[in-house]
T-cell receptor
Framework: KAGVTQTPRYLIKTRGQQVTLSCSPI?????VSWYQQTPGQGLQFLFE???????NKGNFPGRFSGRQFSNSRSEMNVSTLELGDSALYLC?????????????FGPGTRLTVL | QKEVEQNSGPLSVPEGAIASLNCTYS??????FFWYRQYSGKSPELIMS????GDKEDGRFTAQLNKASQYVSLLIRDSQPSDSATYLC???????????FGKGTKLSVKP
């Protein structure tokens, strides 16, 4: 079974630009969660989508948004990029996203904001 | 108090020894607990999940959960240099919550 895939793997942007990241979950998984990982803050939850609906949201500004398509693929968008948005962005998929479902991570997208 | 706390390490153990990694959590309603391993420059890899009090063994790994003490641990037996990585403890509160991560413990296994 193929794992979680994320594209692109690396991105370099400048302040003020916007960026869209993509995530394809494991086949059959319907829940996709997004996380931001930085050296200072560690891994922090951004949001979770299930059946094309945002079901759970972390404490990030509105510049961070996402969506999920009918095939469970998900995109994450960051508008008006700031230097502090430089991070590894990870998506994780699980079967239906309940507490007893394990989450599996993709390889991540490394975003650098200059 | 942080929601999930781990010693940042580094924890250094000789090859063949038992590595013991510890994690405490603050929210008593937490009900699902996970250990992830993350190699430098890579994404987290799930190695263990545990949901009820007691021990759960999988190969060289044993997860231990004590909900009364709000404590979860991971034991790695016969540690190998390839086990050198950062180990992340994660917790889910409620029935459909997100993963809440500790900052991770860096483990170094010396040959």
């Amino acid at each position: 079974k193929a794992g979680v895939t994320q594209t692109p793997r690396y991105l370099i942007k400048t302040r003020g630009q916007q960026v869209t990241l993509s995530c394809s979950p494991i086949s059959g998984h319907r829940s996709v969660s997004w996380y931001q990982q930085t050296p200072g803050q560690g891994l922090q939850f951004l949001f979770e989508y299930f059946s094309e609906t945002q079901r759970n949201k972390g404490n990030f500004p509105g510049r961070f948004s996402g969506r999920q398509f009918s095939n469970s693929r998900s995109e994450m968008n960051v508008s008006t990029l700031e230097l502090g948005d430089s991070a590894l962005y990870l998506c994780a998929s699980s079967w239906i996203g309940l507490a007893y479902n394990e989450q599996f991570f993709g390889p991540g997208t490394r975003l650098t904001v200059l | 108090q942080k929601e999930v706390e781990q010693n940042s390490g580094p924890l250094s153990v000789p090859e063949g020894a038992i590595a013991s990694l510890n994690c405490t959590y603050s929210d008593r309603v937490s009900q699902s607990f996970f250990w992830y391993r993350q190699y430098s420059g890579k994404s987290p890899e799930l190695i263990m999940s545990i949901y009820s009090n007691g021990d759960k063994e999988d190969g060289r790994f044993t997860a231990q959960l004590n909900k009364a003490s709000q404590y979860v641990s991971l034991l790695i037996r016969d540690s190998q240099p390839s086990d050198s990585a950062t180990y992340l403890c994660a917790v889910i509160r409620g029935s459909q919550g997100n993963l809440i991560f500790g900052k991770g413990t860096k483990l170094s296994v010396k040959p």
